[in-house]
């Protein structure tokens, strides 16, 4: 596609089961299909996506370049280029992004704040 960069890999994994309770830092790529309970932050240094799955929720703040949410969230989300929510996504708290990308069905209880 016309004017996409390269999308850095998927390196690390949550599974569906799984809880981590505390604060997670990442680089490159991050899915998540099980659950949360802290902040969840890329790594400034490096362009980062993170893939929050239908069956994964996060309690905490999200800090990422390009964030996929098709599951629940409790907290502002953070994203420094493209937010994009699938149908399913659940989002209480307010949301900063430069683009934006809502499918039909996503709910949001929060105010949208574009990024400068």
Same mark, same amino acid.
């Given at each position: ?10 390196k ?6 799984? *809880?981590?309770?505390?604060?997670? $830092?990442?680089?490159?790529? +991050? ?6 309970m =802290? !902040? ?24 990422a ?8 969230? *409790?907290?502002?989300?953070?994203? $420094?280029?493209?937010?994009? +929510? ?6 209480? =708290? !307010? ?22």
């Open positions: 596609m016309f004017g996409k960069k390269a999308q850095p890999p998927i690390s994994l949550i599974a569906q089961g799984s *809880r981590i309770e505390g604060n997670l $830092r990442f680089t490159d790529g +991050l899915r998540v299909d099980g659950e949360v =802290g !902040d969840v932050t890329a790594s400034p240094d490096s362009p980062s996506i993170l893939v929050i799955s239908e069956s994964a929720s996060v309690h905490g703040e999200i800090h370049d390009h964030v996929i949410i098709n599951g629940s969230i *409790r907290g502002p989300v953070h994203t $420094r280029e493209l937010l994009e +929510l699938q149908p399913k996504a659940r989002i209480d =708290g !307010d949301i900063y992004y430069r683009a934006l990308e809502m499918h039909q069905g996503a709910i949001i209880s929060g105010q949208l704040k574009p990024n400068p």
